[in-house]
């Protein structure tokens, strides 16, 4: 209960104007963007984090639940805390720092989406989520929600682009997870937070990742008699393997409305519009654009036109953008639903809707995200009609099922919230919602950070179990993979998933001896969509088969993990989260990964994610198995984004000292390319300062032949030449040779680093690098590094060079002798407590690889 | 009118939050309270019952700036300045006027002598008890809120008012056929009077025949504060004195002054006695910015160039639809380097005498004002508001910078 006391707890941390308990200022907070309404009991703005994290621990110590807010535009309802304390982060406005050397920016969670693009434009970078309430929604928010946005298409939404973030927990602790330097060892913390919708802790701080402004855009309208049309055009686009960066759709009604507030310069006759754009090199993108057109025009487009400069294109948008405001034209409110299915299901789910809201004789208009299957379908009403509402809701609810039967799921990118609560149902078992609500618990073990979102209580609508896949001998093998670990729990055995077998010295030493769990039964594809371009695959499958297969459609899946050959088990690959040098432009699995099943420590198949490629709906489960190096459960199943093959892989390369060549690296970093990677080695390794880089470049061929002339000039601005530009095989890559003498060493070391401080590093360790051979990936700030021999202290000095350079090493590999005397992810940190709480929640029995974490027990 | 008339319009606000992005006040305080979304749900949970009229909504109704920004990042368009005009009409009739506000709207703004009187009196640092009246003018910004300094301020205070020197009356101007009648607001009488000498100046220029009106306040201070009764007594004083048929076009340099003015009708009602005469009325009125732009005079060419910026007031841009006007003129003048501020178009946070009422939010505003206008290195920073120009004035100085603020009449004269 708020106390008296509280308030004046309060009034002293923030302020007395900093605190609104009036009656007036309560209800000024007791609404977001969507319908949910509920009274908070007080309202407090900190202006710092020592400030927020002392709220915290006053409301936690009293017993009062709060929500962390930025400006409000939740549409599920989640920032809507009856009773509670609203935190209210609008005074965390500032950007902190914007690093194009390293491509990341810091930032405070109240600060918006289209502040930070701004102050990034000049510099010639974006950040690439970009939610059509860009205007108004706060970074912070878009962590809470996951947000993507139209051009989430081609980059992936949140998830995809935060790489840290400081946060408090609902205890008041405050911890860091991630940061400039890529993946950290250890649990995907900042994975599991993102989309949490404010239930999990409160995040004050957050880096993100920048990316190049690309030299050229090509933004289209196109206008259609039928919404059937439009919709099967998205479907022909994706189908044939192009991915534009936007795809967006508007219905007449939306249109009409939009027209009516701004002139946009959308048809008032046509039945819908797409927004197709495409970026990038000037060369090649005439091309990819005269596809589209032809494309749209197979399918009954009326017409296709560019926009002929900024300020058109900037019109465009602007109504996209503002389309849900403009509804308000239509009546007064509006029930979104955020259904994402597969894009080849758009014409079936938009149907459905028109029948459902016909039915429900409540008028609808559609802006959606066409290109990621999210629809947006705008319930149109007024709330003042108890009636209405109660109809709406319904109709909503039903809209929610149907996409549901046609594989998709209940949020793309809204998030639940109290909107949403009851349809998880439609998604998740009692089980998998049990497993999710452990994850709450680990980290806000007594309820008091946004509760009653997310996670339904249980009750009479929980669903049993989930359904065993049935394909090949699937079922069977994950139903003989449940008794084994229900029996080893029985037993307390330990287990260990081993996949294949072949990278099994990951991570730390198990405290007991573990019985290998293999995966040999799940070797096969689920279901492949090649029109999607996704794929569900047994977690026993190697990559090469699936490569062999995903070619037969000229695609691949855009890995190319070190060490690992093909023969490596997928699901091996994703429990270690592998991934190359190309991560820059392809991402690591974590990003690849649209959903997963696995089996707990109770031997309870646990569904997480889904088959879309945008999806929100509960706490992302997906992201926390990736990288979890089997500590968590066995991993049965993966559905994993696939993308077209690139029709030309290409690497230019150049040598000289590694000072020359980090300069280049540099200067390509900063530029306007898109690289795939970039990487230096020796020519001569523990010879003189003489190395070779490597520049790879992948896509459409015009584009990779025009992006490695440049880097060449480049090159020569830095007074390099280039040896030789080189084709590759696009499924193999062009560093086999080297991972295989790397992997040829007792000890592997892994450090990663902001990228400007790679060769800092490697320079500052070499006193205590004895013989080794080096990889350096200069696009991702990364070190692989073979040794013979690492004593101790040398170890223990390279972490903490790492770790002062705001990095951090681990060793992929070290001998058991070694192991047994070191924690393989060097020096603690405070983040791992968590991690370990985690691990106790989930895997109460401690079956899975006890003591792999990080943080040796 | 009870505010409950116009639910439906307030109900049609669908939460969006667009109005955030562009609202001074929340992008200045970040509160809810400060932005249309919130203060139209709070007048819809005064409709709905969950409310009531009283102190604590206070703040949230009078700390609107008026601007009108949040109407013009709608996209429905909900016109919530006027939806909060009607509320603050509504709580002071619920809730009670200040004593202030009517000695200010009842017995100083119609009388232009008084209010020269009370400027003065203030200014000289007399304690006449109507050093409150002078702050709910703002004058006291221009010099500084401390009174015990009243020697420098007298030093730079107009000595006489406008109006002193410039008597109503026809004068003969160079011009060959336009009969302008000259509205003289407040700010011009009793502070700006360099602009209204060189607005004065033009005219003679430009008109066969100047006539000085012998107007009082537009009424527009009692209306932004919710007092519709003020404000028509006023505009009918006006009326009276506008209502000559012996000039063509009446012209104000002062675009609050010209976008009230052309808003008389709303005042007066059809079937309102005063209804075709204010129609007349307002129908004659034009900015002197619009003036300028159809007949711009010859300006001599400047030696070293100048860069002059341009700050668009509330009411000249939202109000009137003048935004393209300026520039134009600006971009045209020999000698002189035009440079767009960015944010041109948001207010000040001068917006009559808010500043005053406000001052620690009118002072963040004009904060954000201030740090725009760094950016642009202005030499002069020009304008077409007093009261703009009085509150940029005042920005400056508090920032310490070298740019001179200017009426554009000053400019182009």
Known sequence: MITDLLIEKLRGIVGKSHVLAGRAGTELYSYDASLAWGQPGIVVFPADTPAAAAI????????????????????SGGTVLPEGIIICLSRFNRILGIY?????????????????????????????????????????GNIGENSGGPRCLKYGVTTNHVLGLEMILPDGEIIRTGGAALDPPGYDLRGAIIGSEGTLGIVTEITVRILPAHAAIVTMLAIYDDIGAAARSVSAIIGAGIVPTTLEMMDAPIIQAVEDSYACGYPRDAAAVLIIEVEGPAAGLEHQAQNIRELCMQNNCREINAAKNDAERNRLWEGRRGAFGAVARLAPSYLVNDCSVSRTKLPEALARVTEISER????????????????????????????????VKKAGWEIMEACVQLGGTISGEHGIGVEKLAAMHMIFSREDLDFQQGLKDAFDPCNLLNPGKVIPAPGPDDRKKAELSKTGGHGAAVTALIQTIQSAGIEKQVLLPVGNGSRREFGNLSSEMPFPLGSSGLDDIIEYDPSNQVVTIGSGLSLEKLQDELQVHNQWLPLRPPFATLAHSLGGLAATAACGPERMVYGSVRDLMLGLRFINGRGQLI??????????????????????????????????????????????????????????????????????????????????????????????????ESQ???????????????????????INGRFNEQYQVLDGFDFLLRANVPIDQLVDLFVAGQPSLPLHYPFLDLGNGRALLGLEKFANADWLNFADLSAERAGHAFLEKAPVEFKKENDVFGRPRPEWGIMHRLKNVLDPGHIFDPGGLPGKA | MDIATYYDDISQCNKCGFCQVACPIFRSTGHESGVARGRLALLRAIIEGRLEWGADIEEPLFDCLLCGACTANCFPAIPTADLVLKARSEYLEKVGRKSIHRLLFDHLLPYPRRLHWAARAVALGKNSGLSDVAQALGLLRIFGRNLPKANEIVERFPH????????????????????????VGCGVDVITQDAGNATLQLLN????????????????????????????????????????????????DCSSCASFLKKYANLFPPGHRLHDNAVFVAGRVRD????????????????????????????????????????????????????????????????????????????????RKMDNLKTTGADILVTSCPACVIQLSFGVRRHGLNTQVRHISQLIS
């Open chain 1, 360 to 391: 429900y004789e409540i008028p609808h208009g559609n802006v959606f995200h066409a290109g990621d299957g999210n629809l947006h379908p705008l319930l149109l009403f007024d709330s003042r009609d108890a009636e209405q509402m109660k109809r």
């Open chain 1, 100 to 140: 194009p050397k390293s491509r990341h920016a810091v930032v405070q969670p109240g600060v918006t989406n289209l502040e930070l693009q701004t102050a990034l434009a000049p510099l010639n970078f974006f950040y690439a989520p970009d939610p059509a309430s860009q205007k108004v929604s706060t970074l912070g």
């Open chain 1, 607 to 704: 569904t997480a994610g889904g088959r879309v490629v945008k999806n929100v709906a509960g706490y992302d489960i997906t992201r926390l198995m990736v990288g979890s190096a089997g500590t968590l459960g066995m991993i049965t199943e993966m559905t994993l984004k696939v993308a077209t093959l690139p029709e030309r892989c290409c690497a230019l390369t150049a040598q000289g000292s590694l000072d020359t060549l980090a300069g280049a690296a540099a200067r390509i970093i900063e530029s306007n390319l898109w690289p795939a990677c970039i990487v230096a080695v020796p020519v001569e390794p523990q010879e003189a300062d003489y190395w070779e880089i490597s520049i790879g470049f992948e896509g459409i061929g015009k584009s990779v």
């Open chain 1, 56 to 75: 915290v621990s006053a409301a936690s110590q009293a017993g009062v639940a709060c929500v962390p807010r930025g400006f409000g535009t939740n549409l």
């Open chain 2, 288 to 367: 002197m910015v619009a003036l300028l732009f159809d007949n711009q005079p010859h300006t001599a060419v400047r030696k070293d160039p100048l860069t002059v910026t341009y700050h668009d007031p509330c009411h000249a841009a939202r109000g009137q639809g003048i935004v393209r006007e300026p520039r134009e003129i600006l971009k045209s003048l020999p000698g002189i380097n035009y440079k767009e501020l960015p944010e041109a178009d948001w207010c000040c946070g001068g917006a009559g005498s808010y500043a005053v009422a406000h001052h620690e939010l009118s002072r963040k505003v004009l904060d």
């Open chain 2, 205 to 252: 220029k430009i008109a066969k025949e100047v006539h000085i009106l012998d107007n009082c306040c537009c009424g527009l201070p009692a209306w932004s504060y919710g007092d519709m009764e003020a404000a028509q007594r006023l505009a009918e004083k006006n009326l009276s004195a506008l209502a000559s048929r012996e000039v063509d076009v009446i012209v104000t």
């Open chain 1, 708 to 730: 490695v002339e440049q880097a060449n000039r480049l090159l020569q601005e830095k007074s390099m030449q280039s040896i030789g530009v080189q084709d590759y095989d696009p």
């Open chain 2, 160 to 183: 006489r008012a406008f109006r002193d020197t410039n008597k109503p009356g026809v004068y003969a101007g160079r011009g060959r056929s336009l009969r302008v009648g000259y509205f």
